[in-house]
């Protein structure tokens, strides 16, 4: 890579994936400046970086992280970078965004969650999956609900035998 500008750009990339959570690789066509505020603004909103890259120097990024991307880095790209798994909430928003747009100019053709590689189709299911605070709440839920009934099961054993023991009481204590 001769061109000085092109090695900053690169080690800057590769910082900000090596420190990254989660990013989406979004391909653009025809944005207008209007649209690329909007959609900057809705990813800002969410708290995720979006940035045009190159997508050579993209590629060689990605590869440092041994991770392939190259299939979807054609054509005019943009990189969605998030903490964690911020992805999550940056392909929502953008789902959002492409489904209010008649003719959208913008597409999620790729990201990566948790050091795994989304390409094509799967990439745009990334809007699906919940995030870390749903999966604990989830989890939490299903130990829970077990506890819960058995509590409820002991509950009614030791009530019932009270009401019995109240009974025999209330009956006239004759033997």
């Known amino acids: 890579m001769p061109n000085l500008v092109n090695q900053i750009l690169l080690g800057e990339l590769e910082r900000e994936f090596q420190k990254m959570g989660s990013c989406l690789v ?11 505020l909007a959609i900057r603004g809705k990813l800002r909103e969410v708290g995720v970086r979006y940035r045009v890259v190159r997508n050579r ?16 880095l054609t054509g005019r790209c943009a990189i969605a970078i998030a903490d964690k798994e911020g992805a999550i909430g940056a392909a929502k928003a953008l789902r959002e965004y492409i489904k209010k747009a008649k003719a959208s100019p913008i597409q999620i053709v790729g990201g990566v969650v948790e050091g795994t590689a989304y390409l094509g189709a799967a990439a745009q299911t990334i ?43 209330d009956k006239g204590g004759e033997a």
């Open 26 to 36: 979004v391909s653009f066509d025809k944005l207008q400046p209007e649209q690329d």
């Open 57 to 72: 120097l993209a590629s060689k990024a990605f590869a440092k992280l041994k991770l392939d991307l190259d299939p979807v």
């Open 127 to 169: 809007a699906d999956l919940p995030d870390r605070a749903t999966v604990q709440t989830m989890i939490a839920q299903a130990v829970s609900g077990p506890a819960r009934s058995m509590a409820s099961l002991l509950n009614a054993v030791a009530g019932g035998l009270a009401r019995c023991i109240q009974a025999r009481v």
